[in-house]
């Protein structure tokens, strides 16, 4: 069965500092990963998938099979980044999509 | 371009009565339609998906049903609801069958079970 684990339900920094949220995965297969957020009062929506390799407002992350992470990182925190984030597994010939519990992350001014 | 519609934003229903959750997509044809249910500390849980017309995978089992009668519509039931039925519904489409193709979701649905 597959599994994404968030092991922070909060994370909170200060503005500036580097922010590293954490994603594990467990899966036999070969996944593909995302990171999804949502603003406050917004929808959930796609921050940014493995496979395009991009960086999307100033965050990134890197697959690492050998941990099977996915942790997303962005270098100087900023105050709109503060949100709640989910890591996403997507598997399966029917592409299932499974999530994490989130971390919302709080970015302090 | 695509948009997906979803309602009621909010409903109150007494513990036995039934529910429908309805969810529409515009704008494209053949999507995967999928059924979240968003509680704190318990993230984002699967809970139906479909491929197509009259095609649904139950994720957990639960007192919840769905229903795709059309290409684009995508519905959650219930015949008795239960108090822990109470949580914030998603309905989400993607395209396509690549593992890399994202989700777009909905506003969502808050139940409140009483």
């Known amino acids: 069965a597959q599994r994404v684990t968030q092991p922070e339900k909060l994370l909170s920094v200060f503005k500036g500092a580097p922010v590293e949220l954490k994603c594990n995965y467990s899966?036999?297969?070969?996944?593909?990963l995302f990171w999804y957020v949502q603003y406050s009062r917004q929808r959930l929506q796609l921050l940014l998938r493995?496979?395009s390799r991009e960086s999307i407002k100033g965050f990134t992350a890197d697959l690492n099979k050998g941990e099977t992470s996915f942790h997303l990182k962005k270098p100087f925190a900023q105050e709109e980044d503060s949100a709640m984030y989910y890591c996403a597994l997507s598997s399966g010939g029917y592409q299932k999509v499974t999530f994490g519990i989130g971390t919302k992350l709080q970015v302090i001014p | 371009s695509q948009t997906i519609h979803q309602w009621p934003a909010t409903l109150v229903q007494p513990v036995g009565s039934p529910l429908s959750l309805e969810c529409t997509v515009e704008g494209t044809s053949n999507p995967n339609l999928y059924w979240y249910r968003q509680a704190a500390g318990r993230g984002l849980q699967l809970l139906f998906y479909?491929?197509?017309?009259?095609?649904i995978s139950s994720e957990v089992p639960q007192n919840l049903s769905a229903s795709r009668p059309q290409d684009r519509q995508f519905i959650l039931s219930s015949k008795k609801l239960l108090l822990s039925d109470s949580g914030f519904y998603l309905c989400?489409?993607?395209?396509?069958?690549?593992?890399?193709?994202?989700?777009?979701f909905g506003s969502g649905t808050q139940l409140s079970v009483l």
């Open positions: 493995h496979i």
């Open positions: 899966y036999s297969g070969s996944p593909e």
């Open positions: 479909s491929v197509g017309i009259g095609q």
């Open positions: 989400a489409w993607s395209a396509g069958t690549a593992l890399s193709e994202k989700l777009f």
